[in-house]
């Protein structure tokens, strides 16, 4: 008789065991570090605005010995805060909402049409703006908003979509990429026009890009100085970044009240932005996808 040999039953791998992942310590501990090196500049801007002129003569980052709180009055007389506040609102909101219209409209019509040879001359075409300094054309675009009657604030908004097209075609054409294309085919199945599709299908899936590109057209018209110095011609028109120019003397600088001042317009973009942060990081992670 022949002994029939064993059979092998075929061991099936072992799963790896759930665990926690891999976290490097020293790394966390030195980008924890780094990052709390942000609210070195920030303390320094609190303890100067509420310090008095004589106490700026010790420890820049000493704590006052008395709290000035007239600096914070002073400033919003000297700047005429609330008419500058205003402007630089009505600035900042209209160069967001109208940045958010036009921007996505004009992206989403080239990143549907990369396979034609115009629309990718004409990403390409946008994209090579970025790598033209503001100060070389200043001079022709100040007279020309002179001439045409747009040195006010119209103009300064107008100014501001125009030259975020560049940048802000360059994050929507990366993010409308990762939208796959049969939604809009669903769509247009279903009787859907181009308008339609976009309004009904796209603008709402662009909410973190729009997010993202909101934020940094509001930080930027916001804190503007260059742009609105020599395009306005209105005093009365005056951003707050032109109103807290009255505090650098040609040979003193009142420090507290400029701080403090400083402190009061830092305020509300910095509560738009702890609001908004989420859709920002969002934004990015999303239109690096391809």
């Known amino acids: 008789m022949s002994a029939t040999a064993p059979r092998t039953v075929p061991r099936t791998p072992a799963r790896p065991r759930p665990g926690r992942p891999r976290v490097n310590r020293w790394l966390t ?9 942000v609210l070195v500049p920030l303390y320094f801007t609190v303890v100067t605005a509420l310090k008095t002129p004589d106490q700026l003569g010790g420890s820049g980052l000493g704590l006052p010995h ?28 209209g160069a967001v909402v109208l940045t958010l219209l036009t921007n996505s409209l004009v992206a989403y019509a080239i ?15 946008f994209v090579s703006a970025l790598f033209v300094p503001f100060p070389i054309i200043m001079l022709p675009v100040v007279k020309q908003t002179a001439l045409l009657g747009l040195d006010n604030q119209a103009g300064l908004i107008l100014l501001y979509v125009v030259y975020g097209l560049a940048f802000n075609i360059f ?40 997010a993202t590109v909101g934020i940094l057209t509001c930080l930027w018209a916001w804190n503007d100085f260059l742009l609105p110095l020599v395009v306005l011609s209105d005093p009365s028109a005056q951003t707050l970044p032109l109103a807290q120019f009255v505090f650098q003397g040609q040979f003193n600088t009142d420090y507290t009240v400029a701080f403090a001042s400083y402190l009061m317009a830092l305020a509300p973009v910095l509560i738009v932005y702890v609001f908004a942060q989420r859709w920002v990081i969002s934004g990015v992670m999303r239109g690096s996808l391809k």
């Open 171 to 210: 994050l929507y054409v990366g993010f409308l990429r990762s939208v796959p294309k049969e939604l809009e085919e669903a769509a247009r199945t279903d009787g859907a026009g181009t308008w339609t599709i976009f309004w009904r299908v796209i603008f709402p899936l662009l909410a973190p890009m729009n």
């Open 111 to 125: 990143a549907r049409n990369m396979h034609r040879r115009f629309f990718k001359g004409l990403y390409y075409y």
């Open 29 to 37: 501990a030195l980008m924890a570090v780094l990052s709390l090196t």
């Open 66 to 93: 008395r709290i000035r709180w007239s600096n914070f009055s002073d400033a919003w007389e000297l700047t005429d805060f609330p008419s500058a506040l205003m402007n630089s609102a009505l600035i900042t909101v």
